[in-house]
């Protein structure tokens, strides 16, 4: 049986719309690598401990866990990280798990700020759930997130999701018997392993294909890097030829941790301003002005009147 390796608590701001968040998660939920229960305010992944404190580390080979946040106590969200006992988790490894939680789940929002700055805008209203509760559905890694955007380029999330999860199968880790539960079967591929493999096959078109392997091979070799400056990674997310302005703010919102990325070439963010007509890209970047500081969360909020978060 696997050991409980770790145990902890991480606080957070109310109101948190909990529900909310996990729904988007769920909607998105990676096959064989993420299982959400909204209902139970639970969430479950599979991790790898050995690339914790980096993206694109692989220090000895995989060390496969499963991390579950458990919503239910009041301001706070239990963490469980449960693995093979062949190795032990250093204080380092617990520092970086306690910051990826953090960043998954926004936990460090600021609801007074958001609904000061937030809280009166009319088209952002969401059908009594406070406008401060809201949190941007963040990553537990940078590059699978980005790799996410990428496959998810002008096609629908139940199509981003299906070529996700070709990858995972074809390029996943596979953890041992005993951690498996709930589906949960492999670890998201690291960087290497994408940038070798043809990506064809799995269904891209041959230009999505080249986009996420130059993505890919960037991340394996160094050239990029998630953690470098935000306006850096973003010149060299666009640099990559078949990624946009929309994968470059969808990035940066999620995995970036950047609070006023906004995806304004977006459809479903302007099918929430008008449905019948929608305004162009330009409009409503210029609507979101007035969103600032916050236009992330504006997003999120959005694409939940929308119904597509």
């Not at 009166?120 to 940078?142: D, H």
């Not at 998810?152 to 299906?162: E, L, M, N, P, W």
């Not at 609507?287 to 959005?302: M, V």
Request: glycine share 10%; no cysteine; proline share 6%.
């Amino acid at each position: 049986m696997p050991d409980l390796a770790l145990s902890f608590e991480e606080s957070y701001r109310r109101p948190f719309d909990v529900r909310g968040l996990l729904e988007f998660f769920a909607a998105r939920a990676l096959p064989d690598v993420e299982a959400v229960d909204p209902e139970r305010l639970l969430y479950r992944r599979t991790i790898d401990l050995a690339t914790v404190g980096a993206e694109t580390g692989d220090r000895a080979g995989p060390h496969h866990a499963v991390l579950q946040a458990d919503f239910g106590a009041d301001r706070h969200v239990r963490v469980r990280v449960r693995a093979n006992s062949e190795r032990t988790v250093g204080r380092a490894d617990r520092k970086a798990i306690s910051r990826r939680v953090r960043r998954l789940f926004d936990l460090d929002a600021e609801p007074d700020a958001i609904a000061s700055s937030l809280g009166g805008v009319t088209e952002l209203a969401t059908g009594g759930r406070p406008v401060a509760g809201v949190r941007i559905p963040g990553a537990w890694s940078s590059f699978e997130t980005a790799v996410r955007a990428v496959l998810g380029q002008q096609i629908s999330v139940a199509g981003a999701r299906t070529l996700a999860g070709r990858l995972v199968a074809a390029l996943g880790s596979e953890l041992p018997a005993a951690l498996r539960v709930d589906g949960l079967e492999r670890t998201f591929p690291n960087p290497g392993r994408v940038a070798s493999f043809d990506l064809r096959t799995i269904g891209l078109p041959a230009s999505r294909a080249r986009a996420l392997g130059d993505l890919a091979s960037q991340v394996a070799s160094g050239e990029l890097r998630f953690d470098a400056d935000p306006q850096e990674v973003r010149r060299r997310l666009l640099a990559v030829k078949g990624i946009g302005p929309w994968t470059v703010e969808y990035v940066a919102m999620r995995a970036l941790g950047d609070r006023d990325a906004f995806p304004a070439s977006d459809l479903g963010l302007r099918k929430a301003i008008d449905k019948a007509e929608p305004p162009g890209a330009a409009e409503l970047e210029a609507i979101a002005e007035a969103w600032r500081p916050f236009r992330a969360y504006a997003a999120i909020l959005l694409w939940r009147r929308a119904g597509g978060g």
